[in-house]
Nanobody
Framework: QVQLVESGGDLVQPGGSLSLSCAASGSIFSITAMGWHRQIPGKQRELVATINNNSSTNYADSVKGRFTISRDNAKNTVYLQMNSLKPEDTAVYYC??????????WGQGTQVTVSA
């Protein structure tokens, strides 16, 4: 089992920045990648970004150039730096730990609200 605890969600104005953190614990040796998903009210969860064990990253087109995913292996923590935030980025953001090419473990989610 892997436990994921997110933090950093907040209310921010359009154009602002926010950083999310996700601390992983448990059987992390089984994890091949970490990621962030988000769920906008009334819509399906969507993939935001992933980073694998070689630190190769992947981003949704909607966040490319604005969001950066990174990891600190010593702390078993993954981060999502979000810049130039837009109202349409408002969502619950979930940290994910991947096995077998898919998100296998999910955090509890953290709310990000972008509003004036």
């Amino acid at each position: 089992q892997v436990q994921l605890v997110e933090s950093g969600g907040d209310l921010v104005q359009p154009g602002g920045s926010l950083s999310l953190s996700c601390a992983a614990s448990g059987s992390i040796f089984s994890i091949t990648a970490m990621g962030w998903h988000r769920q906008i009210p009334g819509k399906q969860r969507e993939l935001v970004a992933t980073i694998n064990n070689n630190s190769s990253t992947n981003y949704a087109d909607s966040v490319k150039g604005r969001f950066t995913i990174s990891r600190d292996n010593a702390k078993n923590t993954v981060y999502l730096q979000m810049n130039s935030l837009k109202p349409e980025d408002t969502a619950v953001y979930y940290c994910t730990a991947w096995r077998y090419g898919s998100p296998y473990y999910w955090g509890q989610g953290t709310q990000v609200t972008v509003s004036a």
